[in-house]
């Protein structure tokens, strides 16, 4: 069995939408519900993206 691609204990996946009303994009955290910016509307979910936690970025050497 394959390992997941992303380390969970350092990444969050987010919800990745576009409102068609409004013709904008957003994300949101997973302890929200995924709701336009822009109108307060449904929005059509496009992807669930694994991003770096807050706070855990690592340093890279010499730098």
Sequence with gaps: MR???????RHV?????????????????PEDE???WNCGGE????A???VPAAGTATAQPGS
Excluded: F, K, N, Q
């Design 3 to 9: 390992a997941p691609r992303h380390d969970s204990a």
């Design 13 to 29: 996946i987010l919800t990745a939408w576009i409102c068609p009303g409004c013709d904008v994009a957003g994300r949101t955290p």
């Design 34 to 36: 995924p709701e336009c």
């Design 43 to 46: 929005v059509v979910v496009t």
């Design 48 to 50: 669930r993206p694994a």
